[in-house]
């Protein structure tokens, strides 16, 4: 009979990646809480505030900004109506295939104001790590690019 050890056994890979994706996922789903409940303060909806965001690198059409955010063309052309009757963007012309969404002034505010309030919200968070911790955290960010791709948006100052 073998006598038990408190040496780490080697355990399959696929055993740690199971646990690991599953670890991950839970921390994913509690950001994602976090996140939202966050954003239930802001003056826009997240999905507003992604769109003026991504439009505050450009001028796009409904088409593109539907494929950035992952949601079908009809589920945006009724984000960009709403948006548009707040006066945050402007459409080149009718709504019809083709026409681009353009930021308003009043939409880089909103957006601006946003991002940094939901900065704000973070650094509040951050402000309780360890210098290590937030090594580890800038650390992972190539990990996370690497997983769900880079920001949409260009990164300010």
Do not use: C, Y
Request: aromatic share 2%; hydrophobic share 35%; no cysteine.
């Amino acid at each position: 009979m073998d006598k038990p050890t408190d040496e780490p056994k080697d355990e399959p890979t696929h055993v740690l990646t199971d646990e690991l994706t599953d670890e991950t996922r839970k921390r994913l789903l509690r950001i994602g809480q976090a996140i939202r409940r966050d954003a239930a303060s802001l003056p826009v909806t997240t999905a507003q505030g992604s769109a003026l965001s991504l439009l505050s690198g450009g001028a796009m059409t409904v088409g593109q900004l539907a494929q950035a955010e992952g949601v079908q063309p009809p589920t945006m052309t009724q984000l960009v109506n709403r948006m548009e009757a707040a006066g945050w963007v402007t459409r080149s012309g009718p709504a019809r295939k083709g026409s681009t969404v353009q930021i308003t002034a009043l939409g880089e505010q909103v957006a601006e104001d946003v991002r940094a309030s939901r900065n704000r919200l973070l650094a509040q968070r951050m402000a309780e790590l360890t210098p290590h911790e937030r090594e580890a955290l800038e650390a992972a960010l190539p990990v996370f690019d690497k997983m769900f791709g880079p920001p949409l948006s260009p990164p300010r100052p």
